[in-house]
Structures are given as structure tokens and as C-alpha cells.
């Protein structure tokens, strides 16, 4: 079977990892024990800007899209939708779920967001239609002028995780716990949920997951 003829389960499973992907950052929003780099400064700007956590995410994500312009990075489909169904999707989960009254309930949360965030990135990686504005920026940048993956995506998130923090971001362990697992939990869930592409060595391909 061609490739291209797998595009409807490929949409589904694209729009399906957006949503979860959504939903997973409202659970660590709510667990209030520390978020990934970049919803650190999604939440941190919005203590200065009278937006919601959902529509901060995607004006960040269009921000970031235009730099892709001048680093000649081309955008999927699955780039675009990216950009709106992750915000709506957040904004959703939050108006539903509420914060625990208690460090057991809130750590649950915080795992499951973590996990689900893990399945979530690889569903919509694995489709292979285009990746999230956020990644294609590091993407670009180490293509264009051949740096390290290592370094150039390293310095941006550590870069916009000390910027949402001084702007009043929360961090804490639930931001270490997801740095050290969710590399293993994308690598896990993928294997599972990738559409395989016969154009590509999918062996060799780097799974990498942020939004």
C-alpha cells in the first residue's frame, strides 16, 4: 500500500495526538507541581497578557512559525493544525479538570500528563505530516548552519524555561521528571503508533516530541 493512501488514518491519528497533547498540558497545568520549557513561558506570559493559557500557546506557536520563513523550513499540514488544536485543546482541559486537594492527587495528575504527553507526541509525530512549529524551529536552525541537534535545541529551551520563569512560569519537579522521561516515553509509545513510510529509514529517524 502507497503511502499516501494511509492520509485518513494518518489525519485521524494526527488530530487525535493534538488533542491528547492539549489535554496532557492541562493535567500538568493543574497538578501545579512544574511544566515543560515551553509551556513554562506559555504560562508565564500569561501573567502579563490578557490571554488564556490555550491562546498564548497558539500566538506563540504562530510567532514562531515566522521564523521558519528566513531559515526556509517548510511547514505540514500537520504543522498548521498544530498550531490551533494543541491551544484549544488546552484551554479545553482546563475549564474541565481542577487541581487536587491533595500532593497524592496532584502527583497523579502530573505522571498521567507526562505519560499522556509521551503517547500524545508520538501519535502525532508518527504520522509524518509535518512537525510541531516549536520542533521545525530547531530543526531549521541546526540545518541551515549545521550545529549541533544537542546544543541548538538545548539552548532554546533552556532558553524560554529561564524567560517563563522569571515572567512567573511554574517550575518544578514535574519540569525535571518530564525532561529525563519524555524522550523514553515518545521512544516507547512510537514504535506502536507509527505509520510506517517506505520513502524513508524509519530505523534511523529521531522521534522528537514538543509542541
Known sequence: MRFTHRLPRRLAQ??????????????????????????????????????????????VGAVVLLAWIPLKQRPGIGTILNIFVIGLAADFGLSVLSQPGNFVGRSVLLVGGIVLNGLAGALYVGAHLGPGPRDGLWVAVTRKYGLSIRVVRTVIELTVLVIGWLMGGVVGVGTVLYALSIGHLNQFFMRYVRVEDPTSDTRSSTVEATA
Open 14 to 59: 494526527l488530530l487525535a495526538g493534538l488533542f491528547l497533547y492539549g489535554w496532557s498540558m492541562a493535567m500538568m497545568v493543574r497538578s501545579g507541581l512544574g511544566l515543560d520549557p515551553w509551556d513554562v513561558f506559555h504560562y508565564g506570559l500569561t501573567r502579563h497578557v490578557p490571554l488564556s493559557f490555550g491562546q498564548v500557546t497558539i500566538v
